[in-house]
């Protein structure tokens, strides 16, 4: 509304000064008409007072209208008598005081328009100027009324430069926050490993004659897993990991993945099936995208039942190459899929030797070649993950 009302102020200055300069140009036109009217009625008067007979004379001559030319040649009557406009000159106070007044009128319309102007100004910028003092003090919201006007434009640019570092702010204290529970959770998944080696080797102290190896190569291998997991997940933090942008056979893809767990499969007696569902190809860093997929098929066969079967599928739409991998299993606890791909997160029957990052490692995998994973239940039974790569 603001802005409305200042550029209706401006459409009313701008047209009052210029009627006002109009007006004062109508007024001394007709005081110039009006002095050239007296000074030929009064010339007239004089002609026909000291010669009567000659009323219908001039009569005639002011219907013609020739002493209205500027373009006669002959010499001029009055120079030749000797005499010079300026002897004619009768200044009348009245018209040019009255003039004065319009002229004042105008000039005084104008330097309210601006004084107006410089006020509504001057308070607009002293409200964006206090916006952004209280922002700086932190007791101010997000929230500024909208206003029409000259600054509106400089007010959008600060709106979005403030939502911005709220923003900021707010990814810097959740990434914070992240960053205090990634450090308690790998103080947690270190202190089991390290508390099983820790006994072994007390045990192995009150009774030398046991063999307690076995414990503490386990604490160590699981101890060297959590290291590479930890270090991989740091790289990905600082956007160091490095994804290869090759043409890869997604048939290929999920083939090597399950060969690379065919001991684990054969443990667990679980099988793996893999229909050919012909040629199809995505974008794609084969080594890391292949340990993404070995992670989804490890979590299938680790939540199935043995004699069954993880299966795989694939299919491509104009928008993206679709994967899917799904067991035979329980499927997933509702509570547990909006927290499925958190790291370190672990189900409540979840009775495997994992630390939780598989899952986490594997969407990050996927999104950063361009990619989404979700988690849900099958209606007949069983956990299925979904992967789309994006075309473009």
Request: glycine fraction near 6%; charge should be negative; proline fraction near 2%.
């Amino acid at each position: 509304m603001n802005g409305k009302k200042n550029r209706l102020m401006v459409l009313f200055v701008l047209p009052a000064s210029l009627l006002a300069t109009s007006l004062i140009i109508v007024l001394l036109a007709y005081y110039y008409c009006n002095m050239q009217f007296q000074s030929l009625d009064g010339i007239c008067r004089e002609i026909i007072k000291e010669y009567p007979d000659s009323k219908q004379t001039v009569l005639e001559i002011l219907k013609l209208k020739k002493y209205y030319s500027t373009k006669s040649t002959d010499e001029s009557i009055l120079r030749s008598f000797g005499y010079k406009p300026s002897d004619f000159w009768n200044i009348n106070g009245q018209i040019f005081v009255l003039a004065g007044v319009v002229f004042l009128l105008g000039v005084s319309l104008f330097f309210f328009a601006f004084a107006y102007w410089h006020k509504k100004s001057t308070m607009r910028i002293d409200g964006l100027t206090k916006y952004l003092e209280k922002v700086n003090t932190g007791s101010q919201g997000l929230l500024l009324v909208a206003e029409e006007d000259e600054f509106s434009r400089l007010q959008d640019e600060i709106y979005k430069t403030i939502t911005t570092l709220y923003q900021t702010r707010d990814a810097a204290l959740e990434e914070k926050n992240n960053y205090a529970d990634n450090l308690f959770n790998i103080a947690h998944q270190l202190k089991t490993p390290i508390t099983a080696i820790s006994l072994s080797v007390q045990m192995m102290k009150e009774h030398p004659s046991f063999d307690y190896s076995k414990q503490i190569m386990r604490g160590l291998n699981r101890l060297a897993h959590l290291e590479e997991a930890l270090l991989l997940l740091s790289r990905i933090d600082a956007g160091t990991l490095v994804m290869k942008q090759d043409t890869v056979d997604v048939f290929t893809l999920l083939t090597l993945a399950s060969d690379n767990l065919q001991e684990l499969f054969i443990q667990n007696g679980v099988s793996v099936d893999i229909p050919e569902a012909g040629e199809l190809a995505i974008i794609a860093d084969l080594d890391w995208t292949m340990e993404a997929i070995m992670n989804l098929m490890k979590n299938c066969m680790e939540h199935t039942k043995a004699g069954t079967t993880v299966h795989c599928s694939y299919e491509k739409n104009p928008l993206y190459v679709q994967i899917r991998i799904w067991d035979e299993g329980y499927g997933f606890i509702k509570e547990e899929l909006p927290h499925l791909f958190e790291r370190f997160y672990r189900g409540k029957n979840d009775d495997t030797n994992g630390i939780g990052i598989g899952l986490s490692l594997s969407k990050s995998i996927i999104e950063m070649q361009n990619g989404i994973i979700r988690a849900f239940n099958l209606q007949k039974g069983g956990a299925c993950f979904e992967i789309c790569f994006y075309s473009h």
